[in-house]
């Protein structure tokens, strides 16, 4: 698998001089599998360029979706493939027991919020609510329900070499448990980061500004790191950067987990970075 990220902060775009290296596109992240599957996790404002990077012979493209915040699917209407009248898009996302998924993403892409609706998008557009499991080619993919206001889930994707990706942008599995962490049955998470090769995951804090931030549904760099030495992760990126964060803030977060994790590969999540699996 090669993962690409397209898209690393959280809450809102933040562009500018400050935020350059790590980028200020909201969360957007691409799977490709080695038989040629493009999986692309959120559609945050990072999806936009994205699109445009996708061959035009790519005839599947699998958009999962983690939660409906807006920083998480602003860009989901101007993703490029959309349009393509020969592309299958099939759009994964959390299940709500209130209205489908349809109804819940159609609020934002359409009048007066958007100025085309799902229906006039020429693509073949598929709406699926998130499976526990599921096979998208020749990746398994493993979603669960992740501690963060309103319906959210994380997904895990397996190779058939068994090369394991975590994705967690938004999460804190801290809420409610003291000290943290608890047992891996009781925490959020768990199961799906459990021994990943590579986890990009929630670091929107640091220690002080999570003290009056408890129950935002994000995680300190502290927290990261214990839920990452519980999960016994290969390699871990913290991503969904705070849009107050500048590179150098995110350099220091990045340089403390290093040190509260040894033995761990720590790289922090920037737009334009690679990893292969």
């Not at 493209?61 to 393509?84: A, C, K, N, S, Y």
């Not at 608890?182 to 021994?195: C, I, M, V, Y």
Request: proline residues 10%; charged residues 20%.
């Amino acid at each position: 698998m090669k993962i690409e990220i397209w898209g690393s902060r959280g809450s809102l775009p933040s562009p500018g001089p400050k935020t350059m290296r790590y980028g200020g596109n909201t969360a957007t992240v691409l799977v490709v599998g080695d038989e040629g599957e493009h999986l692309v996790l959120d559609a945050g404002t990072g999806i936009r360029p994205l699109g445009l990077s996708i061959p035009q012979d790519v005839s599947r493209i699998d958009v999962l979706i983690t939660h409906l915040h807006m920083d998480h699917l602003q860009g989901l209407g101007f993703f490029e493939p959309l349009f393509r009248p020969n592309v299958e898009v099939h759009v994964w996302g959390p299940p709500s027991i209130t209205m489908p998924l349809q109804t819940r993403i159609g609020r934002y892409l359409s009048p007066p919020l958007f100025p085309v609706t799902l229906r006039q998008m020429p693509c073949r557009l598929e709406l699926h609510d998130a499976e526990p499991y599921t096979r998208i080619g020749s990746l398994r993919v493993r979603s669960d329900l992740v501690c963060h206001p309103g319906p959210t889930v994380g997904y895990r994707i397996t190779s058939p070499a068994g090369k394991v990706v975590a994705y967690l942008p938004d999460h804190e599995p801290a809420l409610g448990v003291d000290p943290f962490p608890a047992a891996p049955e009781w925490t959020s998470g768990f199961d799906l980061a459990h021994r990943a090769d590579l986890v990009l995951h929630d670091a929107q804090y640091t220690d002080d500004e999570y003290g009056t931030h408890v129950g935002w549904g994000h995680s300190s760099i502290r927290h990261l790191a214990a839920f990452a030495k519980l999960a016994e992760v290969r390699r871990i990126a913290p991503f969904h950067h705070d849009p107050s964060h500048s590179d150098a803030e995110v350099d220091a977060l990045a340089a403390e987990l290093g040190t509260l994790l040894p033995g761990i590969a720590v790289q922090p999540g920037a737009e334009g970075a690679t990893f292969e699996l």
